[in-house]
């Protein structure tokens, strides 16, 4: 069965970094687009980034990220991370890892980034 396991949330500073992982398995992971997405308290689950399946995946930012996140995989190790940099205290929030397979949707059990000072 698909698994995603999320890992490396915190509590960071503002203007601090921390980097998302996930492990996927149960599927071919090269072949799906990979995505993070993030849900803040009494907030609606929203969009970070995706990044493709392609051979040269290509990634893609919601406006509140771009360039401060990257999205990235490593097909090899089953793996997407996030890196986020520049942390605001409005990034806190769950982040879950996402793949969409053949109309289903699939989600890890979250990871909590709190940025706070």
């Known amino acids: 069965q698909v698994t995603l396991v999320e890992s490396g949330g915190g509590l960071v500073q503002p203007g601090g970094s921390l980097r998302l992982s996930c492990r996927a398995s149960?599927?071919?992971?090269?072949?799906?687009?990979m995505g993070w997405y993030r849900q803040a308290p009494e907030k609606q689950r929203e969009l970070v980034a995706i990044i493709s399946s392609d051979r040269m995946p290509m990634p893609t930012y919601a406006d509140s990220v771009k360039g401060r996140f990257t999205i990235s995989r490593d097909n090899a190790k089953n793996m997407v991370y996030l890196q986020m940099n520049s942390l605001k205290p409005e990034d806190t929030a769950v982040y879950y890892c996402?793949?969409?397979?053949?109309?289903?949707?699939?989600w890890g059990k979250g990871a909590l980034v709190t940025v706070s000072s």
């Open positions: 996402n793949v969409d397979r053949y109309g289903l949707r699939y």
């Open positions: 149960g599927f071919t992971f090269s072949s799906h687009a």
